[in-house]
């Protein structure tokens, strides 16, 4: 008997029995993850982490630490210590009443995390997971537009320290009459000089030390791949950039203190080749409750095109020493 929650492909190749209001809270079969210190060294190199940042480099330092936006690959990475088939693992889960997404019509759209407590520098002693939900499934017509919630958690304590978000889109997978979803905040950025930039040149190997970190995509190394997706070739991972501006944000704004991190995010708007130079525009908006409000875009410097936009971040205004 074919389950009433699971659309059915019919003769035309579109679905039957699609309710996107069914995949709302879903709840994702937990993920299981581990990483040890030389992930973390590794994850700071590849975001280009700088010698004056050392705590983030080496592993001997008194306040040795993981960046802070460290956890959002261990949804990739599991609990791998060798590298794997990427497009195998991809396969979708069932989500109710949801179509499958085509992985190869579907773009990463958004990122967000919120750093709920610093993580440790490696999970020796702990029991991680990654438990994520769906917030809701809509339909733009042209697109479908899934959005996600995921959350480390420490099994053996239920601490939780990080809650991700993400919103992914299925180009050409919509049209069934769903729900159109909220209207996304635009982030507004002052009409002024930034209050601060962050530039840095990636290489042609910028995006194949970041796949080490556990996204193995072959859009990310093989130009073929590349091209066979529309591209020029090769593109450097939208994470690889978003985690380069997150690096760049604590670091002109933050004074490199992982502590001070509390949120974060961006969208993705332009995809990035490797060799080109990312310059992170910021500019401190508010102040409240201790916290620094922060917005800032990314642009590639070779021609000014947006690679993110939407960025936001929230700083904790307390001072460490490092």
């Given at each position: ?108 759209g958004e990122r967000g ?121 090769s593109i450097l991972h ?85």
């Amino acid at each position: 008997m074919v389950s009433t929650d699971k659309p059915v492909k019919n003769a035309s190749g579109r679905y039957d029995n699609v309710d996107f209001h069914k995949a709302a809270d879903y709840q994702y079969p937990p993920i299981k993850c581990s990483y040890n210190r030389r992930d973390v060294l590794l994850f700071a190199n590849a975001i280009g982490v700088e010698k004056d940042e050392i705590h983030f480099l080496y592993e001997l330092h008194p306040r040795f630490a993981a960046f802070p936006t460290f956890p959002i690959n261990l949804a990739f990475k599991q609990t791998d210590q060798d590298v794997f088939d990427f497009i195998a693992r991809t396969i979708n889960v069932d989500v109710p009443g949801v179509p499958p997404f085509d992985p190869q019509r579907s773009v990463d759209g958004e990122r967000g995390i919120e750093i709920l407590q610093q993580i440790p520098v490696s999970s020796d002693g702990l029991d991680l997971e990654i438990r994520g939900k769906v917030i809701g499934v809509y339909d733009k017509g042209g697109a479908m537009i899934m959005e996600a919630e995921q959350v480390l958690v420490d099994k053996k304590t239920d601490t939780a320290y990080t809650r991700m978000t993400s919103t992914a889109f299925g180009i050409g997978q919509g049209g069934y009459n769903g729900p159109r979803g909220p209207s996304k905040p635009i982030v507004l950025l002052p009409d002024r000089q930034p209050d601060a930039r962050h530039i840095i040149k990636t290489t042609p190997e910028t995006a194949l030390l970041y796949r080490l970190c556990g996204d193995y995509n072959p859009l990310h190394a093989d130009e073929a791949f590349g091209q066979q997706a529309g591209f020029k070739g090769s593109i450097l991972h939208g994470l690889c950039t978003w985690n380069m501006a997150a690096h760049g944000v604590l670091k002109k704004l933050g004074a490199s203190d992982p502590e001070r991190l509390k949120a974060y995010g961006a969208r993705f708007k332009n995809v990035v080749y490797p060799g080109e130079t990312l310059e992170t525009r910021m500019w401190i908006v508010g102040n409240e409750r201790g916290f620094d409000s922060i917005v800032f875009e990314t642009v590639v410097k070779e021609d000014g095109r947006v690679a993110l936009s939407n960025g936001y971040a929230e700083i904790c205004q307390k001072k460490n020493k490092l």
